[in-house]
């Protein structure tokens, strides 16, 4: 399985040979859908009214990780995505999800 994050671009993709290895390919972006992005996906998760990748990611894990809650490594990871993608919250697109998603 490949999971592709903030990107749905094949060409911007780190190892773009990995979409056609994976069996199964799932996206997740905040940005718009272009007229190039990643056709094979199974699960494509595109958001562009969220402020970030990372507020995407935390809104999935809400409903599918109460049984193994993130190490403190990982909600500062998901939490830098949010920084620096709303740089330090002064995007247009932040608002009431993204600081829940915070």
Do not use: W
């Not at 998760?45 to 403190?72: C, G, M, R, W």
Request: hydrophobic share 40%; with cysteine; net charge negative.
């Amino acid at each position: 399985m490949v999971i592709v994050v903030d990107t749905c671009v094949p060409s911007r993709v780190e190892a773009p040979a990995l979409l056609e290895i994976g069996s199964k390919v799932i996206v997740l972006d905040h940005h718009r859908r272009g007229a190039d992005f990643i056709k094979n996906a199974v699960v494509d998760h595109i958001d562009p009214a969220a402020s970030s990748t990372s507020e995407i990611v935390a809104e999935i894990l809400e409903f599918y990780n109460e049984q193994n809650p993130l190490s403190k490594e990982e909600i500062n990871l998901l939490l830098t995505g949010i920084v620096l993608d709303t740089n330090n919250y002064k995007s247009t697109r932040v608002g009431p999800r993204t600081f829940h998603a915070s």
